[in-house]
């Protein structure tokens, strides 16, 4: 045939070569849909979570938050939309079966649009309490085994499951995985070849599943999260895979856990994949905002949202960048390397990515547009000399020491004015203080001393403007007077208590000095009657912060 073409005539040829141009646009109108289809993967999600367990064990904090957590990193970074993700929070079991349903329902409505053959990667999430093979979901259950045929029956090619909770490892002894030791190779495979089922659960058989109050949320879930948004990105190429992912939450869970009283938390996997190439978990090139640490940075990072809600915590080794995708929005930001902290608020706009480094030992940043290069482009990163300094924003500590010099009325005892000092240990909201204070009460020839010692507890609220700052607040204590010292010796029990204004000046971040003054009443023995006074009195304060 090959000899028949090359002797043909020109016409013939030049036919041929138009009848095979024809035959390649047919050929690409009736085929390109179907390839395109069959190479694209599409994605659904279940996330179900419950924070109580009807009395069977202590009641979660974040198990419901963390499940919001982790479908909001499935829409930022991984290609998850809204219409094919079920998030069932703080429902009973059946909610959970109906919600199987909707899945299931969803997966087979993808096949009959685009064709019974095309890709579909579900992904399960759970937190929450567990036991014997059940999850706790309030006074309800829901059997491993339920959660296991719902997914080997769901229809989806790819199936990812990521178990949050204590002894979720008995997930891995059900039918229809083999159990792999921790020291295994996952295999590359591709997301639009890969098929069968992966599980990821966050403990062994009988591990506990640890909740953190400092990263607001399940430790497994918090190094996941943070994992997907780039953290666990090992060659840096803008992706995480199923293996950078298990390994980079696998060694944070432990890290952080190793020395817990009840024993360290060590997540767990199992698969039966097959196919080639990588599985692509999230890809921070789909992110439209972007934050990258330079190379030289190194310490302990914590990017807060608001003043309550973790969003990634992780630890910056020097020598390699790492880039996270974050969603737009203002943002505190803490770096730890040895014992200082440095802190400072950070503004993240759409479409821009921001870069972290070091100029002068301090924090400082650059921040460039993306669109007009396209989500997935990273611009080059910009001289480090023409980065601004982020002002350290670290918040002082509460405690503080003084010292005060204080004057007081003293005409009940026949002086003129008690003075004297006091030292003491001021928090933000209170303080206890320790003072001695004397006067000189004259007798026929000679004048006579008289001291005061007293020891009083403040309590009240500070209001802050910049450096000045103003507390106000009551204070009550109790105290010895000695009185006639050196002629016929006295003692008296005193009480009082009374009003408290300190307007005081901050002079840096550690001095201050303030002008405490107190309006209250003094009640004791004075000679051999019990009398009351008022109590007025003002004081020099020179303060110390830690």
Not at 178 to 196: D, Q, V, Y
Not at 431 to 445: C, F, H, I, N
Not at 456 to 468: D, L, T, V
Request: hydrophobic fraction near 40%; charge should be positive; glycine fraction near 10%.
């Amino acid at each position: 045939m090959i000899h028949c073409i090359m002797k043909s005539t020109r016409k013939n040829h030049i036919m041929n070569i138009a009848g095979l141009a024809v035959f390649a646009v047919v050929a690409m109108g009736l085929f390109s849909r179907p390839v395109e289809a069959a190479r694209k993967v599409h994605r659904v999600a279940l996330l179900f979570s419950h924070n109580y367990s009807g009395g069977r064990a202590k009641t979660l904090r974040y198990a419901v938050s963390d499940a919001k957590k982790f479908r909001s990193v499935l829409f930022q970074v991984a290609g998850h939309q809204p219409h094919h993700t079920y998030l069932v929070a703080n429902r009973n079991a059946d909610a959970v079966r109906r919600a199987f349903q909707k899945v299931k329902q969803a997966i087979a409505n993808l096949k009959k649009q685009h064709s019974p053959h095309t890709k579909i990667m579900l992904v399960v999430y759970y937190s929450g309490h567990a036991r014997d093979g059940k999850f706790f979901l309030g006074s309800t259950d829901l059997s491993f085994r339920e959660l296991r045929e719902f997914l080997k029956t769901s229809g989806a090619s790819l199936r990812m499951a990521f178990l949050d909770t204590c002894g979720s490892g008995r997930f891995l002894q059900t039918r229809g995985l083999a159990r792999r030791k921790r020291n295994f190779r996952i295999p590359m495979l591709n997301s639009h070849t890969a098929e069968g089922e992966a599980v990821i659960t966050s403990t062994g058989d009988r591990e506990n599943a640890y909740e953190d109050l400092k990263l607001r949320g399940g430790i497994f879930t918090h190094y996941m999260v943070t994992g997907l948004r780039g953290a666990a990105d090992r060659d840096k190429d803008g992706r995480v895979t199923l293996n950078e992912l298990y390994a980079f939450t696998y060694n944070w869970t432990l890290n952080r856990t190793v020395f817990a009283r009840s024993g360290p938390q060590k997540p767990h996997f199992q698969t039966n994949l097959k196919g080639a190439g990588q599985v692509v978990l999230s890809s921070t090139q789909r992110s439209t905002t972007k934050l990258v640490l330079h190379r030289r940075l190194k310490g302990q990072f914590f990017l807060w949202k608001g003043e309550k809600m973790l969003y990634a915590g992780f630890y910056k080794a020097p020598g390699q960048k790492m880039r996270l995708a974050v969603a737009p929005g203002t943002y505190k930001i803490q770096w730890r390397e040895n014992k200082h902290v440095y802190t400072s608020r950070v503004s993240l706009r759409s479409k821009h990515v921001m870069y972290l480094g070091l100029r002068s030992k301090r924090l400082a940043f650059s921040q460039r547009s993306l669109a007009s290069r396209g989500v997935a482009t990273t611009i080059d990163e910009p001289p480090v000399s023409t980065w601004k300094v982020l002002p350290n924003r670290t918040p002082p500590s509460a405690w503080s020491v003084f010292v005060q010099g204080s004057a007081s009325n003293a005409a009940f005892v026949q002086g003129t004015l008690f003075g004297g000092a006091a030292v003491g240990i001021r928090h933000r909201y209170g303080a206890l203080r320790l003072g001695l204070r004397g006067t000189s009460v004259p007798r026929v020839e000679t004048n006579v001393p008289q001291l005061n010692l007293s020891l009083r507890a403040e309590a009240g609220y500070p209001i802050a403007y910049k450096q000045f700052y103003l507390f106000l607040g009551g204070y009550a204590g109790a105290g010895l007077l000695f009185q006639n010292i050196g002629v016929s010796p006295q003692t008296g029990l005193l009480l009082h208590a009374g009003g408290l204004i300190t307007p005081g000046f901050w002079l840096n971040q550690h001095w201050a000095i303030a002008l405490p003054v107190n309006v209250g009443i003094t009640a004791g023995a004075f000679g051999f009657e019990f009398l009351a006074y008022p109590d007025v009195g003002g004081a020099l304060e020179l303060r110390y912060r830690f």
